[in-house]
């Protein structure tokens, strides 16, 4: 017999308390690398809620930014309930992860596919146990994204090629960055106007590279007093062997104070060659660390 105490449903508004007290045990949730919250993605189409006898229990969220990529940016679990149940005649146990990942899984694959059957679910699992579940439920390994790090003393630094100025990045240079990061990393990473408008308000160096046709790069960079990331780095494919990207980062460390600089990252896809000969001739190096990035149903579906 079915728990008709038991039910996904969409997050509303009133979920927030109870998602963001699931989200507080880091343990049990797995979090996307992005530009807002997951708190601020409820409303959002594609974003559900376990809830067993009005207590929210799990939660998923996979909102399709950019068009067509449905990145699962939540997925959040009591690690602490124990209580059996009985959903669609199957006897779940609420303790292990699976489980609650099955129950809204279902829904939410079923949904995004039934919405837009060319979409990709996809998503970039830090945790172990994340990657097995997603494993089992049917994703393909796309490609790693690994992680490096600048050594102060392999260092170099280029000078701005001729009749290419960089200045501050403002408001209304978005759209054309728009189409620098679209056409410099493709649909499936591009960042969408909002997103970088939130990049933007959240970055501690943000540049553009301009010529006489206007905006051809940009980087955008995050950091705090122990450190610095490199987040974006885009430069449109006419444009790329004239220096810009090395152009573009060396003037950004020339900007950082030193802490920041002691600890300076980047990350890219591991079969980005061009990226990766770029950040070694600048001084980067490999730390080891490496993420999955995990499609689904695969690259079958566009």
Avoid at 51 to 64: H, N, V, Y
């Amino acid at each position: 017999m079915i728990n008709v105490s038991l039910q996904v449903r969409r997050a509303v508004n009133e979920d927030h308390l109870q998602i963001a007290s699931l989200i507080h045990n880091e343990v049990a949730s797995h979090r996307h690398l992005d530009w807002r919250i997951p708190l601020e993605w409820i409303g959002s189409p594609n974003y559900w809620v376990l809830e067993d006898g009005g207590r929210i229990t799990a939660a998923l969220a996979c909102p399709e930014d950019p068009p067509q990529v449905a990145w699962i940016r939540l997925f959040t679990y009591s690690p602490h309930t124990s209580r059996p149940f009985d959903l669609f005649g199957s006897n779940i146990h609420l303790s292990k992860p699976p489980e609650y990942w099955s129950a809204l899984w279902d829904v939410a694959r079923s949904e995004v596919l039934r919405a837009n059957p060319q979409a990709q679910i996809a998503a970039i699992a830090v945790k172990q146990w994340f990657q097995d579940i997603l494993i089992s439920s049917g994703f393909e390994l796309k490609q790693n994204i690994i992680l490096l790090q600048m050594i102060n003393d392999n260092m170099r630094l280029f000078p701005t090629p001729h009749g290419i100025r960089i200045r501050s990045m403002q408001e209304a240079d978005l759209p054309a960055v728009v189409h620098v990061d679209l056409e410099s990393f493709g649909w499936f990473w591009h960042n969408t106007l909002d997103t970088l408008s939130r990049a933007l308000s959240q970055a501690v160096s943000a540049t553009v590279a301009e010529d006489d046709s206007g905006v051809i790069g940009y980087q955008l960079s995050t950091g705090n007093l122990l450190g610095a990331h490199l987040a974006r780095l885009g430069v449109r494919p006419e444009a790329q062997s004239r220096g810009v990207g090395s152009a573009l980062v060396s003037h950004m460390i020339q900007s950082l104070d030193p802490n920041q600089l002691n600890r300076l990252s980047v990350n890219t896809q591991s079969d980005n060659a061009t990226s990766l000969s770029l950040y070694k001739k600048l001084g980067f190096v490999r730390t080891g660390e490496q993420f999955p990035v995990f499609v689904y149903p695969g690259e079958n579906n566009g």
